[in-house]
């Protein structure tokens, strides 16, 4: 089964800047960036497709990019303007989500 691996989340204040990365252990298809806070249910911030169609919450349109290199099997996103609610840690999956194919994602606090 495909494995992912996130990184680039830490500590930044509002209004701050970072760029997460997910790679693969296989072939990416349609990828979305998932967060989930505490207490809360696991959402959906932006989408991807095998052709480089994005799309995102409405949370975040305007401030997240997502992209991806195919050949590196890695997906990024740009998060920009950061906000307290964005605090989250952040997975990368396939779209819809594989329960088999969950990394161990990345925190992202926002945060004077």
């Known amino acids: 089964q495909v494995q992912f691996v996130e990184s680039g989340g830490g500590l930044v204040q509002p209004g701050g800047s970072l760029r997460l990365s997910c790679t693969a252990t296989g072939s990416i298809y349609a990828m979305g960036w998932y967060r989930q806070a505490p207490g809360k249910q696991r959402e959906l911030v932006a989408t991807?497709?095998?052709?480089?169609?994005?799309d995102y919450a409405d949370s975040v349109k305007g401030r997240f990019t997502i992209s991806r290199d195919s050949a590196k099997n890695t997906v990024y996103l740009q998060m920009n303007s950061l906000k307290p609610e964005d605090t989250a840690v952040y997975y990368c999956?396939?779209?819809?989500?594989?329960?088999?194919?969950r990394g161990q994602g990345t925190q992202v606090t926002v945060s004077s």
């Open positions: 991807v497709t095998r052709g480089g169609s994005t």
């Open positions: 999956n396939f779209l819809p989500w594989s329960t088999g194919a």
